[in-house]
């Protein structure tokens, strides 16, 4: 089944598989290898890619779901310079060990980050509970989140 969307800006066309996943796609196809295979399940957010601009993980979406979408992945965002203040909040507030999940929490924090009502600590939070950290650096990550969204009232 043969769909095209857009990847970065870039036109693809797969001919693939309807039901491949998008993370396959992407690391398998494309060499774009930021979002990463985790759990697979959609519950840890390493593969974490904006759909038509809303975070969504790779892993759960299939190819048949692509036609005339637009994908947005990390190495896009790393190069906006719009993702600087998350990157660098991430980096100074020490949420940065062995690196996996922070693909994932700059998508997520960065999506959260450029809205214009910024979400409260404690929203910020709640939406990023989908992003797991297999080192555990939660100091880190909470630290930026501080950092980056008001606390409410």
């Known amino acids: 089944m043969p769909v095209t969307f857009h ?5 693809v066309r797969h001919d693939g598989l309807a ?3 998008l993370l396959a796609i ?5 060499a774009l290898t930021g979002a990463k295979p985790g ?21 759960l979406v299939m190819a048949w779901q692509l036609d005339g979408r637009r994908v947005t ?3 896009s965002v790393a190069a906006d310079p719009g993702s600087a203040p998350v990157r660098d909040t991430l980096a100074a507030c020490g949420a940065v060990q062995c690196g996996y999940c922070n693909a ?32 555990t650096g939660y100091g ?3 630290r930026a989140i501080e950092t980056l969204f008001p606390a409410s009232g």
């Open 140 to 142: 880190g990550v909470s």
């Open 73 to 75: 992945t990390i190495e």
């Open 39 to 59: 759990c697979e399940i959609g519950r840890c957010g390493a593969c974490m890619v904006w759909l038509d601009g809303e975070p969504v993980n790779a892993c």
């Open 104 to 135: 994932g929490l700059v998508m997520a924090m960065t999506w959260l980050h450029a809205h214009p009502t910024l979400p409260d600590r404690a929203e910020a939070a709640a939406s990023l509970c989908g992003n797991v950290c297999r080192c």
């Open 19 to 21: 039901d491949r996943r």
């Open 7 to 11: 990847v970065n800006g870039e036109p």
């Open 26 to 30: 992407l690391r398998e196809d494309l």
